[in-house]
C-alpha cells in the first residue's frame, strides 16, 4: 500500500512540474527562435564560423549544413576516442578500437547514445566531457533546429527559406540548454550526484571484498543526458548506478528533465503558428499515449506472472533497483522510450514480456509520445499530415493542415518519412538473425532472444540508446551495423522533414472553409493517436509476434 501511495505521488508530482513548465518554458523557446536580435556571445560564434547571423537557407542548404556540422562531429569525435591515451585525464584509459570508436561516435553525434561499452572502464575524463557531452548539447540542438524548420514551412508563404541552421543551433545551446543544463546539475550535485575528477578509488565493500571505482564530471553529463534526451551514461549501469542516481528524488528529478523539453515544443509550435489550440491538440496526443503506456507497463510488473518469486516480492523485482522499486523504474521505463533517450534505471531485459514488449512498442511508434527533443514533435507533426490525408480521403476533399496544402508533393514526403525507419529496423533485425555467427551474441535463445535483437535495432534505427541487455553487441558486426542503422535512421527522416518544410513554406495559404477539418478539437485528437496506432501496429505486428507476444504467450 505505501508503495502504492508513494507511486501515484510520484508521478501526480511530475505531471504537475512538467504541467508548470509547459507554458513558459515553451513560450520562451519560441522567442529564442523568432528573435531577431543576437547576443553578443552569438555574434562571436558567427564571427569564428564566418555565418551572417541575419542570412536565411533555403531547405537544401539548411540540410547540407546540418549534415556537414553532423559529419564533422562524427570525424571529431571518433579521432578523440582513438588518441584518448594521448590525452589529458585519459585515466591510463587505451584506443578505443576502431569498430567500437565508429559506433560511438555516430551514437553520440545522432542523439541515439547506444553504448557497447562500459564507461568507467573505457572512457578518461576528458574524452567523456569535451567528446561526449559537447555532442549531448549539440545533438539535441539539431533536433530543435529541424522542428523549428519545419514549423517555419507552415508559417511562411511564398518563399524558398526556413531558416538558418547555424543561427538555430548556436540559439538553442547558448540560450536553452546550457542554463537549464547548468541549474540542473547544480541541484543533481546538492542531491548527492558526484562531481570530481578522480581516477580509481579502491574501496573495501560491506562483504569485505575489494572493489576499484573511478569517480569523474558525472553531474553535469547526467543533466544534459537528461535534458537532451541523449541517455548515455556515464558509468555501465546508466541511471541505475548510485553514483548518478542515489535516491528517488534524483531519480525523479531525471525523469523530469527527460520529458520538460518535449512536453513543451507543442507549446512552441502554437505560439509560432499563431494558434496555441494546435500545440495543446499534439500535447493532448502525447500525453495520452504516455499515460497509457504508463498504465500498461507499471500493472504488468506488478501483477508479474512470470515466477512465483514475482509474486512473493509484490511484483517483478529482477532488475530493478530497491531504492527505485516497481513504480519509479516502469515510469523511467516508459519516459526514456517514448522519448530518444536510452538512459534506463532498470534492466529493461528483465521486464515482463507484456511490460518489454511494450517499451519496444513505444520506440517503434517513433518516440512521438512526447518524444526526443525536437526529433518528436517534428515526428508527431508528420503523422498529422498522415492523418489529415486520410481525413480528406474519407469526404473526398484536398486535405488542408494549418493553412497549407497536402498535394502529392508533401505526402510522399510525409510517406518516406513513415517508412524509413521501420524499413531500417526490419532489415537489420532479419539480416542479424540471418547470420549464424551473429546469433552467438544472444545470451537467450528462441522469442526472447530474438526480442533482444528486435530491441537492438529499434533502439538504433529510432536514436533511443536502450537495450535489452542480454544481447553483447560490442562485436565488430553489430558496431558497424547498429552505427549505419543510427545514421540512417536519424538523418534520412530529417531530409525528409526538410524537404516537407521547403515545399510548405513555397505555398500560398489557403483561406480557412465549412469544409477544412478543424486540427484542434478532440476529434483531431482521436484521429491522430488512431493513426499512429494503427500505422505502427500494421507495420510491426509480425516481428512483435515473433518476439515479446511468442514469449507472452509461451
Known amino acids: 500500500m505505501n508503495d502504492t501511495l508513494a507511486g501515484w505521488l510520484q508521478i501526480l508530482a511530475l505531471v504537475a512540474a512538467l504541467a508548470l513548465c509547459h507554458r513558459p518554458l515553451g513560450d520562451y523557446v519560441a522567442h529564442c527562435l523568432t528573435t531577431t536580435r543576437h547576443l553578443r556571445a552569438e555574434r562571436l560564434v558567427y564571427r569564428t564560423g564566418g555565418v551572417d547571423g541575419d542570412a536565411e537557407q533555403t531547405w537544401p542548404a539548411y540540410m547540407r549544413s546540418l ?51 562500459s564507461g568507467e572502464s573505457a572512457m578518461g575524463h576528458l574524452v567523456q566531457m569535451a567528446g561526449l557531452a559537447v555532442q549531448n548539447f549539440v545533438s539535441a540542438a539539431v533536433g ?28 538553442i545551446v547558448l540560450r536553452v540548454l546550457l542554463p537549464v543544463a547548468f541549474v540542473f546539475a ?18 573495501t565493500t560491506v562483504a569485505g571484498d575489494h572493489q576499484s571505482i573511478t569517480g569523474g564530471p558525472v553531474a553535469s553529463q547526467e543533466a544534459i543526458k537528461e535534458l537532451g534526451t541523449n541517455g548515455g551514461g556515464f558509468y555501465s549501469a546508466n541511471s541505475a548506478h548510485p553514483f548518478e542516481n542515489p535516491t528517488g528524488f534524483t531519480d525523479l528529478v531525471e525523469i523530469f528533465l527527460l520529458l520538460v523539453i518535449p512536453f513543451a515544443l507543442p507549446r512552441t509550435f502554437g505560439t509560432m503558428v499563431r494558434d496555441r489550440r494546435q500545440g495543446y491538440a499534439v500535447v493532448a496526443v502525447m500525453a495520452l499515449i504516455w499515460a497509457a503506456s504508463v498504465t500498461v507497463v507499471t500493472i504488468n510488473e506488478l501483477h508479474s506472472v512470470s515466477s ?13 533497483e530497491q531504492r527505485f ?3 519509479s523504474s516502469a515510469l523511467f521505463a516508459v519516459s526514456t522510450t517514448l522519448t530518444s533517450c536510452g538512459a534506463v534505471n532498470a534492466a529493461h531485459d528483465s521486464f515482463t514480456p507484456g511490460g518489454g514488449g511494450l517499451l519496444i512498442f513505444n520506440m517503434m511508434l517513433g518516440e512521438i509520445a512526447p518524444g526526443g527533443t525536437g526529433s518528436g514533435l517534428y515526428g508527431i507533426l508528420v503523422v498529422a499530415v498522415i492523418a489529415v490525408f486520410v481525413a480528406g480521403l474519407m469526404v473526398g476533399r484536398t486535405p488542408e493542415y494549418l493553412g497549407k496544402k ?20 526490419l532489415v537489420g533485425a532479419g539480416i542479424a538473425m540471418s547470420l549464424p555467427g551473429e546469433q552467438k551474441a544472444m545470451t537467450n535463445s528462441g522469442p526472447h532472444g530474438f526480442s533482444e535483437v528486435l530491441y537492438a535495432f529499434t533502439s538504433a534505427a529510432n536514436n533511443n540508446g536502450s537495450a535489452f541487455a542480454g544481447l553483447q553487441a560490442n562485436t565488430v558486426w553489430y558496431n558497424t551495423a547498429l552505427g549505419l542503422a543510427m545514421v540512417f535512421g536519424r538523418f534520412l527522416p530529417m531530409v525528409f522533414v526538410l524537404a516537407l518544410s521547403g515545399a510548405l513554406a513555397r505555398q500560398r495559404p489557403v483561406p480557412v472553409t465549412a469544409g477544412t477539418l478543424p486540427t484542434h478539437r478532440p476529434q483531431f485528437v482521436g484521429l491522430l493517436a488512431g493513426v499512429i496506432l494503427i500505422v505502427v501496429g500494421l507495420t510491426y505486428f509480425p516481428a512483435l509476434a515473433l518476439g515479446p507476444l511468442a514469449e507472452g504467450l509461451h
Not at 512465483?308 to 516480492?313: I, Y
Open 406 to 425: 497536402l498535394g502529392s508533393r508533401e505526402i510522399k514526403f510525409a510517406s518516406l518519412y513513415i517508412l524509413s525507419t521501420p524499413a531500417i529496423v
Open 186 to 203: 547544480l541541484v543533481l550535485v546538492a542531491a548527492g550526484v558526484i562531481q570530481n575528477f578522480h581516477g580509481a578509488q579502491a574501496l
Open 144 to 171: 530543435i533546429a529541424v522542428v523549428a524548420a519545419l514549423i517555419r514551412g507552415f508559417t511562411r508563404k511564398r518563399t524558398h527559406h526556413i531558416g538558418n541552421f547555424w543561427v538555430d543551433l548556436t540559439r
Open 308 to 320: 512465483p518469486a514475482g509474486h512473493a516480492a509484490g511484483g517483478m523485482m529482477e532488475g530493478k
Open 67 to 117: 549534415l556537414a556540422f553532423s559529419a564533422v562531429s562524427v570525424l571529431f569525435l571518433y579521432a578523440f576516442l582513438r588518441l584518448q591515451n594521448h590525452l589529458l585525464l585519459s585515466l591510463g584509459m587505451k584506443p578505443v578500437a576502431p569498430d567500437l570508436a565508429f559506433n560511438t561516435a555516430t551514437s553520440f553525434v545522432t542523439n541515439t547514445n547506444w553504448q557497447a561499452y
Open 325 to 327: 522499486g516497481i513504480w
